[in-house]
């Protein structure tokens, strides 16, 4: 993104930047660090799916945990002076840098290159903010973002994945082809946040797709030969400009909804401005459709692929799927990872971090660690502890969503046991990021008459 259209960005947002914007440290060390030979960067690894990949990541969890790596191919804004970043690949390593978020910040960004500020805090809210700032956000979300209000909408749910699957089913009985995301996954998650916020059908679509493409700068597919920035300016912009008529409509007219409760949220006397609800729904309509879509669609491939497994989630539905769903998030692995950026020396892994370093934890090769899970390439519902990174290695970003997005998963595959017990599904076509591991459709057989 280039400063012009950083500064159009933030016109448009009517965003105010002082000029005491917080810069990163630097240090003359980083530019002269020879690479490590097992690339980690390139547009290559990043095509390869996670079995493919996990080989790479098992030899520098083995010998390298914390390896020095250059700057990453597919980047949304190409820094010629970009030197590289540490990536952190043992599960072990990774929950340190999650815990210690004095020394290892978000508030230069989560993602591999650096973001102007006004689109981190237009985009990602909370994601890339430290304490005090942080804290303060989050808590004013949080209070209305609670398992009471989770519990609230439980039969909603489950009433919504009832029909969509039968919607499902009976397509399939006219005689029509089904794709498992675009005719089961992507449903659910979307018609949740709008119910949850308020959205109403007609805009649903439309938030949907700019929440795609906030995350689509590194895929060919869904960025169709367009600038990666301009695309997630237009996307963030879309997404701020439907919720501030919606924030205004609900100061005249509040609702029974939590976008409503955002805008009349208040904790020891502060509230949210426009600004921060606006940046706070583009990162739940990310986090709201495209995780649960993507980790239901890849369960449901696993699933097929592994027919025993089916067979005992089938036998005893109840019983067994808290422990499934931690195992549909760790096989899944569908946030791949997210940078902080070292702002003290440290120690980590046998390297010495030092001030203005980026350091990516790789979440996908954590969640296979063989020191942590036994037999990691297996996909075993069973598994207890299943301390996968689904939602981050701890520390104070662990994801605020989970229950919801359990509950979800769960409604989901209760359904299909129900309507589509022996559905198969045929191979999924993989998003292309080295953020998301997604799934852009999958053909899938409901296995009814």
Not at 278 to 304: E, P, Q, Y
Not at 377 to 389: A, E, K, T
Request: aromatic share 8%; hydrophobic share 40%; with cysteine.
């Amino acid at each position: 993104m280039t400063t012009t259209e950083g500064e159009l960005f933030a016109a448009d947002l009517d965003w105010d930047e002082d000029d005491s914007v917080d810069v990163p440290p630097t240090n003359d060390v980083a530019a002269t660090r020879g690479y490590d030979p097992l690339n980690t960067s390139s547009d290559a690894f990043w095509d390869l799916d996670l079995p493919q990949r996990d080989p790479i990541f098992a030899e520098l969890r083995h010998d390298r945990p914390v390896s020095w790596q250059p700057p990453v191919e597919s980047a949304v804004c190409p820094d010629p002076d970009d030197p590289g970043y540490w990536a952190v690949v043992r599960h072990a390593d990774i929950v340190e840098v999650s815990q210690n978020s004095d020394v290892f910040v978000s508030r230069y960004g989560v993602i591999f290159d650096m973001l102007p500020p006004v689109f981190l805090e237009s985009a990602t809210s909370f994601l890339s903010m430290d304490n005090p700032q942080h804290h303060k956000l989050r808590r004013l979300v949080s209070s209305v973002f609670t398992p009471r209000q989770i519990r609230r909408i439980e039969s909603d749910i489950a009433s919504r994945a009832q029909r969509i699957v039968a919607a499902a089913v009976a397509k399939h009985r006219d005689g029509a082809d089904l794709d498992f995301v675009d005719d089961i996954a992507r449903h659910l998650p979307t018609e949740m946040f709008g119910d949850m916020f308020g959205f109403p059908e007609e805009l649903r679509p439309a938030v949907v797709h700019a929440a795609d493409e906030t995350q689509a700068w590194a895929d060919p597919v869904l960025l169709a030969g367009r600038d990666p920035a301009e695309v997630q300016i237009e996307a963030a912009l879309r997404i701020h400009d439907i919720t501030q008529e919606l924030i205004d409509e609900r100061r005249a007219h509040p609702a029974e909804d939590l976008l409503s409760a955002l805008v009349q949220a208040e904790v020891d006397g502060e509230m949210l401005s426009d600004f921060e609800i606006g940046s706070t729904m583009v990162l739940f309509s990310v986090a709201a459709n495209d995780t649960t879509r993507h980790t239901s669609s890849l369960a449901a491939k696993a699933l097929d692929d592994f027919r025993d497994q089916r067979d005992w989630l089938w036998d005893d539905f109840d019983g067994r799927i808290g422990l499934a769903i931690e195992e549909f998030l760790r096989w899944g692995s569908v946030v791949q990872n997210f940078r902080r950026t070292c702002v003290t020396p440290y120690q980590l892994g046998g390297q010495q971090i030092l001030p203005g370093d980026k350091v990516v934890m790789m979440y996908a090769s954590g969640n296979r660690d063989e020191a942590v899970f036994d037999n990691p390439n297996s996909f075993d519902l069973q598994r207890f502890p299943n301390p996968h990174m689904a939602f981050g290695g701890g520390g104070v970003h662990f994801c605020l969503g989970s229950q919801l997005a359990k509950v979800m998963l769960r409604e989901l595959f209760r359904e299909i046991r129900t309507q589509a017990p022996n559905f198969t599904t045929g191979e999924p076509e993989l998003v292309r990021t080295n953020f998301i591991r997604g799934v852009l459709s999958m053909p899938f057989d409901p296995g009814v008459a």
